[in-house]
């Protein structure tokens, strides 16, 4: 693996919610499955997508 690829976003928090959302990385169920057979390009995308995910959940919830 290039040093410079992506790290996995996943903290072991592996439960997924109605949505198919992972609680504890927010990537989806198909961005998880996806990860192993990504390019880099796409790791960056899928951790952007989750990082998103992450911050509307909390500040919908500060609302």
């Known amino acids: 693996m290039n040093s410079d690829s992506p790290q996995s976003p996943c903290i072991a928090v592996c439960a997924l919610d109605e ?3 992972c609680l504890g990385c927010f990537r989806t169920g198909d961005e ?4 192993f057979m990504a390019s880099d390009l796409r ?3 899928i951790i952007a997508a989750g990082e ?4 509307q959940k ?3 919830e500060l609302k």
């Open 19 to 21: 949505n198919d959302i």
């Open 58 to 60: 909390y500040t919908v």
């Open 43 to 45: 790791k960056r995308e």
């Open 52 to 55: 998103l995910r992450r911050s």
């Open 32 to 35: 998880i499955t996806d990860w």
